[in-house]
């Protein structure tokens, strides 16, 4: 699994781990005990993966007032976390020991957990993945009731991905920073460095290029609940895209743009989109790239969900 992969993971799992600490030893007729939940996580052989689903189950024992129950299983979490060798991957781990010890008011276990995914995180490589795992733990370290430590990560990931040459990598980079300060609510600074991302976008002078860091803005606006400005966003990386000579290139780009439309939510856009990009293909001179680009783009009209 890919870094970026773990550090998505991780992010998935902070969602999860508000919704799993519900009051709740057994939710319903048929749903597993607490006891069992715990034998089927210990049977995962995926070390972070145990670690999180024993996180999540921890925090709904703790908050179900199973107290005993609730630090015998976060204590077999926390030495799963320890085992963990991918830093980025432990850094994101620790960050839900965090979240769940700070929903529990276990302050001082949380503020630990914080300060250990700090000093994973110090040790991740490369410089992207280092910015977007900072970000994330600024999320755990303001849990734990530390807002300036929290602000000092996310300072040291953006001085991080400012640094960073790749376009593709700094604009996802500054964009996990932008996420992050909307976690934390600071619409400001989300603000402000999701306007360094969008002018770096701006910037770049090919067209496919500005186009894919238009459409990872656009997309990030639109997980920071900025719908009216990501809609925007996205329209000009559709027009990025519809410059780009090239229409083998073009209706890639397009595609591209259409996935991030779906996934964003604007699915009647990104059939639109694809349309476009079908266009295109049609117009690729060469017998095998056109059958190749239109097979591509026909088979995302068939996989994105359709719908406003």
Avoid at 6 to 30: E, H, P, Q, V, Y
Avoid at 120 to 146: H, Y
Avoid at 285 to 298: E, G, I, N, S
């Amino acid at each position: 699994m890919s870094r970026g992969c773990m550090i998505l993971l991780g992010i998935g799992f902070l969602g999860l781990l508000s919704a799993g600490c519900r009051d709740t030893s057994k939710s319903g007729s048929g749903e597993l005990s607490f006891r069992e939940q715990v034998a089927q996580a210990k049977r995962e052989t995926d070390t972070e993966l145990r670690a999180k689903q024993l996180i999540r189950i921890g925090c709904q024992q703790g908050r179900a007032k199973d107290i005993a129950g609730a630090e015998e299983t976060l204590r077999l979490a926390w030495k799963d976390c320890d085992s963990i060798a991918d830093p980025a991957a432990k850094a994101s781990a620790l960050v839900l020991m965090a979240k769940a010890n700070a929903t529990l008011d276990n302050r001082s276990a949380a503020k630990r957990a914080a300060d250990e995914a700090l000093n994973a995180a110090a040790k991740v490589e490369p410089a992207d993945s280092k910015a977007k795992t900072l970000a994330l733990v600024a999320q755990g370290q303001n849990a734990a009731s530390d807002p300036d430590a929290a602000a000092a990560a996310l300072k040291s990931a953006e001085e991080i991905a400012g640094k960073i040459e790749d376009l593709t990598d700094k604009t996802l980079s500054l964009c996990a920073i932008a996420e992050a300060f909307q976690k934390i609510d600071k619409p400001a600074q989300r603000d402000r460095v999701h306007g360094v991302a969008l002018k770096l976008a701006h910037s770049a002078g090919d067209a496919r290029k500005r186009s894919a860091a238009q459409a990872d803005v656009a997309a990030s606006l639109s997980d920071c609940n900025e719908r009216e400005v990501s809609a925007r966003i996205f329209e000009l990386a559709l027009e990025s895209a519809g410059k780009i000579e090239s229409p083998d290139s073009r209706a890639y780009a397009l595609a591209d743009v259409a996935k991030r439309l779906s996934q964003a939510g604007f699915r009647a856009k990104a059939h639109g989109a694809l349309d476009q990009a079908e266009r295109a293909a049609a117009k690729v001179p060469q017998a095998d790239m056109q059958m190749q680009a239109l097979q591509y783009v026909r088979s995302l009209m068939g996989k994105l969900p359709s719908g406003e």
